[in-house]
């Protein structure tokens, strides 16, 4: 009871994909805070809290975050606004995360403001407007509590810790009506923090029923669910589905639980689950993010995600997608650098009942590389995104970001490589943070574009500082950086899924390479995370070490175990789950460990997408699992 009486109230929600040069010094804040986010919008109480920290490390960083944070501390005010005008090369494409903005749009503006109504109620006011749409974004009442804020209106929903991309739901297409439930205050120990929420998509026409389609607005619901159980560390898991619209009605609140967790039996198609039967469209995945301080403090993170379930159990994930990315907040004190790779198989936002996919207003929800393709082609692909930001010596910002996107062939789309350069400079001047920021690039039509804009934002509380970027050095040695060099011998049970029985392939033989850092969190453990490459069957195997948890019995000794995601180079890239166990003998020598583990890849899948492949009956994808191990000398620093 005392604990309810002396909670915070709401929290207002920063600027998501409205502002990049204060949300990528909130983002810097954050991972020199030691704070490890997972979600977006980003609550103003969050930054505030991991404020302290990261002023021990860049006392200027810090100052600029803290006068923009200072305009959400009075009763109301604008929080945010925006105006952007510019000139394009005709072609009709969106621009990532930008709520559906079209390239060719010659002007965009975004307001934001609040009234707070006493500590546990909010009301907010925001607009996202460009010559296609307007769009009431972070327009909606707040009420609650730290450990239950109830928005209803036009919120955002990023759930994932990458930047650039969310897999399931970012700020791609414009914002839907919602009503959200989460926490902004960790609860327990363990750090909980949770989110649910209910959306109302676009209206579609192509909503498959009773084998015809019917029109309606479909809904959209979501839960997250994470865990902070270190500091610098966090677990998510979460989970969309798309369902109901038209003839296909609302559905009940029980048949949507029973298809979030038992999508097997409620939410698949089978032989006794037919279209009109099947719950909706879901997405589901679990990410991770762990900051590791030190002189060059950064933070690594990964996503797993399915598009569907596979095999048998509602756990393992089908048609998935592997991402991995690295922040580095302060590189050589003025700047920084961001790097973020996905990889994703075929059956991406499309999908048998709704015609449509996962979109909202002809946009996709999640991931940009979805409107970068033709029409419902469920076609797998990667992309990759680097960029280094630069505070520059007479005041400004400079930010300088490539993407590229490859679609693969095995559809016939007849696709090339995207490409995409973009250079954004911004200055104060007077009450204003005004800039230039130019494009150019081709996409995977092969048709060239390129784009240049001028903008002002409302910055009066935000000054870039011009010289170092950072009066402290931190002397943080938790960080332990070390490479991995040895061999590994494996085998591969195949299931070709074809009527035929599994077969094992003999023990194959390879060098064995990775890379790695961890961080003391107790006296006797440590976190990390990890990165593996290994050849199998003549296929290269990268594996991802998410968790990578390492116990010191004493001096020389330790064991390990470790969970994570591993990709698999068949003629399509198979995915599943990887974890295993090991043993260390530390300090061999001056800065060598030698360790042995034993490994195992669970169910790693791909569909039969080409003419040589297996014929698709009974299942049209084949498994592949890896049971192992290494043995290897590690080099530390």
Not at 316 to 333: K, T, Y
Not at 362 to 368: Q, V
Not at 535 to 544: K, P, Q
Request: net charge negative; glycine share 10%; aromatic share 12%.
């Amino acid at each position: 009871m005392a604990a309810r009486v002396e909670a915070r109230g709401v929290s207002p929600y920063l600027p998501l994909h409205l502002s990049p040069e204060i949300e990528r010094d909130i983002e810097r804040v954050l991972t020199l805070g030691d704070a490890a986010t997972l979600t977006r919008p980003i609550p103003a109480a969050r930054v505030l809290e991991a404020l302290p920290a990261a002023c021990a490390i860049d006392r200027r960083l810090c100052d600029r975050v803290r006068k923009f944070l200072s305009r959400y501390m009075r009763g109301s005010g604008a929080a945010h606004a925006s105006v952007e005008v510019a000139a394009a090369t005709d072609l009709n494409r969106s621009l990532p995360n930008r709520r559906g903005v079209s390239l060719d749009s010659p002007w965009n503006i975004a307001t934001s403001g609040y009234f707070q109504m006493g500590d546990y109620f909010m009301v907010n006011g925001g607009v996202v407007a460009h010559d296609d749409d307007v769009t009431l974004t972070g327009t909606m009442l707040s009420m609650g509590f730290e450990y239950a804020q109830l928005d209803i209106g036009f919120r955002d929903h990023w759930l994932s810790p990458f930047t650039d991309s969310s897999m399931s739901i970012g700020s791609n297409a414009a914002t839907m009506p919602s009503i959200t439930l989460s926490n902004y205050s960790p609860i327990s120990p363990l750090g909980l923090r949770y989110e649910l929420f209910l959306a109302e998509m676009s209206t579609s026409n192509n909503i498959a029923f009773q084998g015809r389609t019917t029109s309606g607005e479909p809904r959209l619901g979501g839960i997250h669910l994470s865990v902070e159980p270190a500091t610098g560390w966090s677990l998510e898991i979460y989970r969309l589905v798309q369902f109901g619209g038209g003839e296909r009605g609302g559905n009940s609140a029980g048949d949507f639980f029973r298809a979030l967790f038992k999508p097997h039996e409620y939410d698949n198609t089978s032989s006794t689950l037919n279209n009109d039967q099947e719950f909706g469209n879901q997405v589901a995945a679990w990410t991770s993010r762990m900051v590791l301080p030190g002189r060059v403090p950064f933070a690594v993170y990964f996503e797993y995600a399915g598009e569907d379930s596979s095999y048998s159990g509602n756990y393992r994930l089908g048609n998935s997608a592997l991402s991995i990315g690295v922040d580095l907040p302060r590189l050589w004190q003025t700047f920084n650098f961001t790097y973020e790779v996905s990889e994703w198989q075929n059956g991406w936002y499309v999908h048998s009942v709704y015609g449509d996919g996962l979109t909202n207003e002809g946009r996709s929800i999640g991931h940009w590389f979805g409107d970068q393709r033709r029409l419902r082609d469920g076609v797998g692909g990667q992309s990759h995104m680097a960029r280094i930001g630069w505070d520059a010596p007479w005041g400004g910002v400079a930010d300088l970001r490539y993407r590229t996107l490859a679609n693969d062939s095995y559809t016939g789309g007849n696709y090339v490589r995207a490409h995409d350069l973009t250079l954004r400079y911004s200055h104060p001047w007077r009450s204003l943070l005004v800039g230039a920021e130019a494009t150019v690039g081709r996409d995977v039509f092969d048709e060239n574009y390129s784009r240049i804009a001028a903008f002002a934002r409302f910055g009066t509380d935000y000054t870039p500082s011009g010289g170092r970027g950072a009066d402290d050095e931190s002397t943080d040695d938790r960080t332990e950086y070390f490479v991995d060099a040895g061999g590994s011998a494996t085998r591969v049970r195949i299931e070709l899924a074809d009527g035929s029985p599994k077969y094992v392939t003999p023990f194959g033989y390879a060098p064995h390479l990775a890379v790695g850092a961890r961080r003391a969190v107790s006296e006797n453990s440590d976190l990390g995370a990890r990165i593996e490459f290994d050849t199998i069957e003549d296929a290269g195997l990268i594996a991802v070490r998410a968790l990578d948890y390492r116990y010191r019995f004493k001096r020389h000794l330790a064991a390990s175990f470790f969970a994570g995601a591993a990709r698999y180079d068949q003629a399509t890239p198979a995915f599943g789950y990887y974890g295993g166990i090991g043993m260390q003998w530390r300090d061999i020598a001056k800065h060598l460990d030698a360790g042995v583990d034993v490994r195992y890849g669970d169910k790693l899948a791909r569909d039969k997408l080409l003419p040589t492949d297996p014929a698709t009956t009974p299942r049209p994808d084949l498994f592949y699992d890896l049971f192992g191990a290494t043995l290897y000398i590690s080099y530390k620093r």
